[in-house]
């Protein structure tokens, strides 16, 4: 597994946690490398599966070997374990009891979407903000010249949700698309 340590980190913002272990939230990149210069500590990458990535405050030279270590562990926890050879027993229903609070149900936009369309998945997020259940909210665009059109979809979206959900992070952008996570009020 690849450990991404300080300047290696290219994510614009990232969900920071402390020496200590405490949450510091979500900050921009700059700002976290210039806490671990003030704290003599490396900015450490642990997981490059979400947006923004979490990233935390290690003392200098822990953080590889730390990271290291903690994902070889989360690989033995969500390694299947069958029960008795029953069907469906042990792997995925474990990890997803785990898990599935944390899951956020992903919508996908296109960036000229029509407006049927825009009501009905606009509809399928209210019910699951409603329902408790975070909402990621995807606009995919066919070319950079798109993603003013695609981040305009997404802001309307957070209007019009405003009333069911917040918005947990920033808009995302990058040169194919924008996205946005969306939390339960």
């Known amino acids: 597994m690849a450990v991404l ?3 290696q980190i290219k994510a614009f913002e990232v969900e920071l946690t402390g020496l200590g272990g405490e949450r510091l939230g979500v900050v921009e990149r700059a700002e976290a490398l210039e806490l671990a210069r003030a704290a003599g500590a490396d900015l450490v990458c642990t ?4 947006s923004p990535p979490p990233c935390r405050l290690m003392p200098k030279g ?6 290291q270590q903690e994902a070889a562990a989360a690989r033995r926890s969500a390694a299947p374990t069958g029960a008795g050879g029953k069907p ?3 792997g995925k229903g ?5 898990g599935g609070a944390d899951k956020a149900k992903e919508l996908r936009f296109t960036a000229h979407i029509e407006e049927h369309d825009y009501e ?3 509809r399928q997020a209210d019910k699951h903000l409603r329902s408790g259940k975070p909402v990621q909210l995807v606009v995919k665009a066919s070319g950079a010249k798109e993603a003013a ?7 309307r979206l957070l209007a019009d949700l405003k009333e069911a959900g917040v918005k947990e992070t920033g808009v995302q ?3 194919k698309g924008s996205q946005v996570r969306v939390n339960p009020k």
């Open 173 to 175: 952008s990058s040169g």
């Open 62 to 67: 822990k953080g590889k070997a730390a990271a």
């Open 5 to 7: 340590i300080n300047e």
């Open 149 to 155: 059109a695609a981040k305009a979809v997404l802001e």
């Open 47 to 50: 997981s490059l599966m979400s």
């Open 88 to 90: 469906g027993a042990g």
């Open 94 to 98: 474990g990890a997803a009891a785990k």
């Open 120 to 122: 009905t998945k606009l």
